[in-house]
């Protein structure tokens, strides 16, 4: 029986694109051979490539001057290859609005001066910091910022506006909302949140900024390199790329981004205003700033707490546990998550609540 998956990531995926993968596994596209066996240099599977850069660049309205690339080692290795990239002065400006744009931060520092002008630790990342009142560092390289708290549940309501060359990660958020791509020099997103299984990352970037990638910098993080050999400079995730494909068709025959947009809002909705109308649970990122992907929220007692997650799994509710650094619900809630698993979400929780208030 199929099961309602909150998780952050690895997360849910469309059940019809599990079906599809199921039933090309032992024969994709009559080679006779799983996607897992094919080489990456079948014409097959280049197909395959060129489809999924395709998608990600209509779906996204990517500029034709901008490079889709699809490289390995998550986001995470991103923040070793944005600088790398980029830091060509040496400095470079950071928005830390969470973990992983700590993370990010923490990385930079590696290789230049990396100035943290914003920190919204001191509410527990619960707001996005005032963007006209930043003050940015004379010439840097870029200013990075992560764009939805996959932890702490927080968004930015709009991007920052500054002469650095912008840089975003975007791995929780990717396609749940319109995006102006040329406003960034870079936007890269791991998969396993809201595209595909874990192992595929993708950059987009503007290729006049990443010509002169620094000396320093490892061939297989080069993205001028992974560009100019179609993002099959060695062996990539074949795997993961085909289901990020299956999943740009399945949302591109389901409207697009702004129709998938409506959706999310729609489900968040549905779960905040619950939340807010509750005697028991609290979320607590500024109104402002909360993320339509991921939502966490507490009962006030650890006990309770425990009690919600453990109950919620014997019905079908999975992954509910929130971070270690938070602790308390995390429901999140990609493109995937459909409406009805909200709905019974919200069902449990207001039986908990009548038994536990």
Known sequence: MRVYNFAAGPSCLPENVLKKAQEELLDF???????????????????????????????LCVPDDYAVIFVQGGASTQFAAVPLNLMHTGKADYIVTGNFAKK??????????????????????????????????????????????TIFGSVYADFPECAAPLVADMSSEIFSREIDVSKFAVIYAGAQK??????????????????????????????????ENGSMYNTPPCFAIYMADLVLKDLKAKGGVKAMHEVDVYKANLLYDFIDNSKLYKNYVEKKYRSIMNIPFVTGSD???????????????????????????????????????????????????????
Request: net charge neutral; glycine share 8%.
């Open 29 to 59: 596209s009559g080679t006779g051979m799983s996607i897992c066996e094919i080489s990456h240099r079948d014409k097959a599977f280049g197909a395959v490539v060129a489809e999924a850069e395709s998608l990600v660049r209509e779906l």
């Open 104 to 149: 990010a931060w923490q990385e930079g520092q590696i290789y230049g001066e990396a100035n943290k002008i914003a920190d919204t630790s001191d509410k527990t990342y619960t707001y996005i910091p005032d963007l006209s009142s930043l003050r940015y560092t004379e010439g840097a390289d870029y200013l990075h910022i992560t764009s939805n708290n």
């Open 194 to 227: 809201n595209l595909a299984p874990a192992g595929v990352t993708i950059v987009i970037a503007k290729r006049e900024l990443i010509q002169d990638p620094l000396k320093i910098c490892p061939t297989m993080l080069r993205w001028k390199v992974q560009d």
């Open 303 to 357: 006990e309770l707490d425990a009690k919600f997650v453990a109950e919620a799994k014997k019905a079908g509710l999975l992954s509910l546990k929130g971070h270690r650094l938070v602790g308390g619900m995390r429901a999140s809630i990609y493109n995937a998550m459909p409406v009805e698993g909200v709905k019974a979400l919200i069902g449990f929780m207001k039986k908990f609540e009548t038994e536990n208030a």
